[in-house]
């Protein structure tokens, strides 16, 4: 599972959650949850992701506590392990699979402009350091005495502390890479890339399966209401 190109993997996630969404029952999407818990252990990314699925965990209960708030219990299970379905194989796609793979694929196989398909991956590139800027930020203001108290007006002014100096690290990051990309040529004609993403017969036999797989989950779902 871990050495399928991306467009496999891509779409294997798209159609696990078409399955989340088909599926009705608290069962069926349990077992759904379980399923995908043995691709990432097939991937050998389950234990580095446990971190990860316990916090999806721990939201998805609390969605169901409030679905229960307001609905059956059977609608309160359906939410949490919805919930669980449509994201736990996230995991699986954002953990496997190169950020250069992925543009590669958009571009070669999607047939994306590289323009947005590198704004995308650029994107989820700088999410973890936005994240840890952040973290940063925040105990330096942490140091210099700064408590988030008091009003929403008060905290919002507060919070300023910490959004400036976000805002003043992102316009010096984007500079700096809008310099790295003019000097690097971005935007010129007849790029390549230096991995191949084209697919293999392991590829195919997956797709192949994953496309028996919904057939099977949407004939469940109409002759059994699964």
């Known amino acids: 599972m871990e050495k399928l190109v991306p467009l496999t993997k891509i779409i ?27 691709i990432l252990l097939m991937a050998r990314r389950l234990f580095n992701s446990l971190k990860a699925i316990f916090l999806l ?67 989820l590139r700088f999410i973890p350091d936005f994240l ?3 973290r940063m930020v925040t105990e330096a203001q942490a140091c210099r005495g700064m408590v988030v108290k008091g009003s929403f007006i008060q905290k919002c002014r507060r919070y300023m502390n910490i959004v400036r100096p976000l805002m003043l690290r992102s316009l010096e990051r984007s500079e700096t890479m809008a310099l790295s990309l003019e000097l690097r040529g971005f935007g010129g004609k007849g790029r390549t890339f230096v991995d191949s993403v084209a697919m293999h017969g392991s590829d195919y036999l997956v797709v192949i399966l994953t496309c028996a797989a919904t057939a099977a989950v949407f004939y469940a779902r109409i002759k059994y209401g699964i």
């Not at 996630?13 to 759904?32: F, I």
């Not at 949850?33 to 043995?38: A, F, G, Q, W, Y």
């Not at 307001?70 to 949490?80: K, L, Q, R």
């Not at 999607?110 to 398909?117: I, M």
């Open 132 to 134: 840890e800027e952040n």
């Open 57 to 123: 965990v721990v939201f998805a209960v609390m969605l169901g506590l409030i679905e229960y708030a307001g609905g059956t219990p059977v609608e309160c299970y359906v939410s949490a392990f919805r919930m669980l379905a449509l994201t736990i194989i996230f995991i699986y796609l954002l953990g496997t699979v190169r950020l250069q793979d992925l543009t590669a694929t958009m571009v070669q196989q999607l047939k994306v402009p590289y323009e947005y398909a590198f704004m995308f991956t650029a994107g």
């Open 12 to 38: 294997l996630t798209l159609a696990t959650a078409v399955w989340s969404l088909t599926l009705q029952t608290p069962s069926a999407l349990a077992v759904l949850c379980v399923v995908e818990l043995l």
